[in-house]
Nanobody
Framework: QVQLVESGGGLVQAGGSLRLSCAAS????????MGWHRQAPGKQRELVAL???????TYADSVKGRFTISRDNAKDMLYLQMNSLKPEDTAVYYC?????????WGQGTQVTVSP
């Protein structure tokens, strides 16, 4: 299992940018899949982006072209660069990691986008 701690959330105006970070408690070099999910009030948690150990990327249609997921295995960090933010991006953002069949989640970081 791996402990994950997100940071970088905050309040931003529509059209602005934020960069989320996720620090892992252990080496991520062998973690097959890491990702970002989000949950808005009254809605189910949804996938935002995934990155595999081989570098394959998956994005939700709603964020394609605006968000970029990346990982730094040397620093044991996962990132989400969010550009052109919209009010509908407002949510708690969680990072997760799948290692040996077990999924670990961070505590989440709030992102609020004002009109």
């Amino acid at each position: 299992q791996v402990q994950l701690v997100e940071s970088g959330g905050g309040l931003v105006q529509a059209g602005g940018s934020l960069r989320l970070s996720c620090a892992a408690s252990r080496s991520i070099s062998r973690i097959n899949v890491m990702g970002w999910h989000r949950q808005a009030p009254g809605k189910q948690r949804e996938l935002v982006a995934l990155i595999t150990i081989g570098g394959s990327l998956t994005y939700a249609d709603s964020v394609k072209g605006r968000f970029t997921i990346s990982r730094d295995n040397a620093k044991d960090m996962l990132y989400l660069q969010m550009n052109s933010l919209k009010p509908e991006d407002t949510a708690v953002y969680y990072c997760n990691a799948i290692l040996y069949g077990t999924t670990s989640w961070g505590q989440g970081t709030q992102v609020t986008v004002s009109p």
